[in-house]
């Protein structure tokens, strides 16, 4: 409300000092039905508009950007922007970024392995996994601090990775061979959403990017299953 349609499709622009006055501009709006439009630019070549998408994407809790936010994470071009999205990573994923958490606390980036030793003393119940690869950087010099801390407030560790609650079965089964097929489409027909937004469309395309997510989540639930 209170933003122009015209304005968020100005984020096309290819000025990028203009596009980042526009995209903070709709930040500040809270502006969410943008964010099929924003969440591309975690792609962008400008790092300022990494920066802000990435900002943006984790304070609006968009769960349909964590590949994207973890693709950043592990090969961001912008060193100093890993450790960002390895908070952002953990922020949107939770639990389920444990796997990517402690691979991270071997990256040759200490800003990086210090990001996911901090998001680590951030989850409960830490699997022993995650012990083990916090008590190695205990003598780091980025992060040794924090992975101290961490061991010191966590206590003892979990017997294995913390088991989540099987989700509910949504598919059919007489789908679950068709499982990786629909998943790709609906995940290509997500990534196209901003090339088929018009200024009279975004609410209607935000909604229909709110349905894709949660379709492609119950998708890979059942592929993971």
């Known amino acids: 409300p209170g933003v122009p349609p015209l304005l968020v499709l100005l984020c096309g622009d290819p000025g990028g000092r203009r596009r980042a006055a526009w995209v903070l501009l709709l930040r500040q709006a809270n502006y969410r039905p943008a ?12 790092d300022a508009l990494r920066e802000i998408a990435l900002t ?8 349909a950007a964590v590949e994207m936010v973890r693709q950043m994470a592990f ?17 949107l994923a939770g639990a389920k970024a444990l796997p990517d958490l402690i691979q991270l606390t071997g990256d040759l980036n200490g800003h990086v392995r210090r990001a996911a030793v901090e998001a680590l003393g951030r989850l409960p119940g830490l699997p022993r996994a995650a012990f083990s690869a916090l008590q190695r950087l205990l003598d780091d010099p980025v992060a040794g601090d924090v992975a101290r801390a961490t061991l010191a407030a966590q206590g003892e560790p979990g017997l294995d990775m913390p088991t989540p609650q099987p989700p509910p079965e949504l598919v059919p089964p007489t789908m679950q061979l068709r499982v990786p097929m629909l998943l790709e489409m609906l995940q290509e027909w997500q990534t196209a959403l901003p090339g088929l937004t018009s200024p ?22 059942a592929a993971d299953g």
């Open 35 to 46: 964010l099929p439009l924003l969440r591309p630019l975690l792609l962008d070549e400008r």
């Open 56 to 63: 943006i994407v984790s304070e609006w809790g968009d769960t």
């Open 75 to 91: 090969g961001d071009p912008n060193p100093f922007r890993r450790p960002q999205a390895v908070a952002s990573l953990a922020l």
């Open 200 to 221: 009279d469309q975004l609410v209607t395309v935000a909604h229909l990017d709110q349905a894709l997510t949660q379709l492609i989540r119950v998708l890979r639930a």
